[in-house]
């Protein structure tokens, strides 16, 4: 299946994660990203992924661009490339200025020209060369991996919301991971993305709920309340986003409800995005919104990875999404 898995980074633990990457790998589903934020660590978490699964590609998504060196970045692709050869994948992203800043104490300067020196380096580092490099923020000068390194080129997506990361996307990148986009916009970034290669792929993170298993208004809720810290507590970069897509009224009233201390409020503003940026209804509904994208886009349902009902929410929705899928093949 041409779907992928992910999870919500927040309480994510990496005992619920391998169950349902266990999980995703029965059901035949493509990918499971592994999230990095100030929960688990990516690297160590996939490696382990890796290790008790045998088919699906499992991915970094995303790791950012200052709080690790770009060699190291590239040693530690071509470490998980020797425990599962071409099934790790790698997503870069560039991060925000209050987590770069005040919780790893760099700096945050020219975050598109440094994601773009990073990939470069990474992509030596793995192959094997000499890494002789003057850039504007790297400057290397001998290095070499002392192991053996990439047979084949490491397969990087950058974590991508405006045009100018889109456009980065589609020069230097295989494609673009997108978070909290909304699916009627879903053909703008695609067309960016593509513009250069018709081949670049774009996975697209969404949330998921059942109305079978979890749409239940607790459900919902959960959704809608993911909706509003990405939009009211993750920097400006989705509520930008987001207002030159054509939501602006929409994640204004957010913003204003939530500064005000009125989440109730909040979350009902929010409500109007569900659709856009989210997967709910009945498992064909939903089979067939999934059935529907491009060939090009790879969805990514998100699951909370925090406890045992998550594990079986996810491990309950995604065998019902994979048996739909299948008779909608089959028809």
């Keep these: 299946m041409n779907v992928g898995i992910g999870f919500d980074w927040r309480g994510a633990n990496l005992q619920a994660m391998a169950r349902i990457a266990r999980g995703a790998e029965e059901f035949g589903y493509d990918v499971v990203w592994v999230p990095e934020a100030w929960g688990v660590e990516a690297f160590s978490s996939i490696a382990h992924i890796l290790t008790i699964t045998g088919r699906v590609k499992v991915g970094a998504g995303i790791v950012n661009v200052y709080s690790r060196s770009a060699t190291l970045i590239g040693m530690g692709s071509v470490t998980l490339n020797q425990i599962a050869p071409e099934r790790f994948i790698l997503g870069l992203g560039v991060s925000g200025r209050g987590l770069i800043e005040r919780w790893h104490g760099l700096k945050f300067t020219d975050p598109l020209t440094r994601v773009v020196e990073y990939l470069e ?112 507590s993750m920097g400006d970069y989705y509520h930008r986003n987001l207002s030159r897509l054509g939501f602006e009224s929409v994640v204004e009233k957010i913003r204003v409800e939530y500064g005000a201390g009125r989440r109730d409020e909040a979350i009902k503003a929010a409500e109007p995005l569900v659709d856009e940026l989210a997967l709910v209804g009945a498992p064909r509904e939903v089979a067939e919104k999934l059935e529907a994208y491009p060939k090009q886009v790879t969805p990514v349902l998100m699951f909370k990875a925090e406890n045992p009902e998550d594990v079986d929410i996810a491990l309950k929705t995604m065998g019902a999404l994979s048996e739909e899928l299948r008779a909608l093949k089959g028809r």
């Design 121 to 232: 380096v990474i992509r030596k580092t793995a192959s094997g060369e000499r890494v002789d490099y003057a850039g504007k923020h790297l400057n290397l000068g001998g290095f070499r991996l002392f192991t053996q390194p990439l047979t084949k080129p490491l397969e990087v997506y950058l974590a991508a919301l405006g045009d100018r990361s889109l456009k980065l996307a589609a020069e230097h990148f295989d494609g673009s991971i997108l978070t909290m986009y909304p699916a009627s916009k879903l053909n703008h970034a695609l067309n960016i993305t593509t513009s250069l290669n018709p081949n670049k792929r774009v996975y697209l993170f969404q949330p998921v709920a059942l109305n079978t298993i979890n749409n239940t208004p607790e459900g919902m809720r959960q959704i809608v309340r993911t909706i509003v810290f990405y939009v009211a």
